[in-house]
């Protein structure tokens, strides 16, 4: 992604996992804040997920790869420290998402195709934190989605409800 200092939008390059083929998806607003802790896109096979913040507005985006949007799904209004440097993720047809602020926090799911949220589980917020969950797959016990927050400690969330399946305290 190339970030602009002053500019309320960027320009995401995605490129294709062959390294040959690559298009630009132009106009996707990625951050309104000019700073370095900024999230980055992921790509699906459809579409391009990011997260857009302001100092007023947060959402998570969806636009197709000529840079359409396809959906919307606010997240509220973002406090902390930082900007949104906590990614998105997509497996399965579902993007996942960790919203920990210094105020209401949430782990979020949303159907990849249509922005339809699937869980949404809340969390203190006490402290903004930014983590990228990543996929586990647990012998026995299905895909877990796993979140990591400097206070709350390491969640093991399972992929299809949004139960908290384990918790690590650090």
Known sequence: ARRCRGYSSAYVFCQAEDGIRGSTVTGVQA?????????????GAQRVYTVWQSKTDSALLAYSHDGTPSWRVPRGTFKGGHGPAASPIVH???VYLCNDQEG?????A????SGQ?????PRSGKRACYCTPCVFNRPGHGTEIIFVHSYQGIWGVAAESGNNNWQIDV
Not at 110 to 113: L, P, S, Y
Not at 117 to 121: A, E, G, L, P, R
């Open 31 to 43: 951050c309104a804040l000019p700073i370095f802790a900024s999230a980055q896109p992921a790509v």
């Open 117 to 121: 949220i699937k869980w949404k589980v």
């Open 110 to 113: 949303v159907d990849a195709a």
């Open 104 to 108: 209401p926090s949430f782990l979020l």
């Open 92 to 94: 399965g047809g579902v």
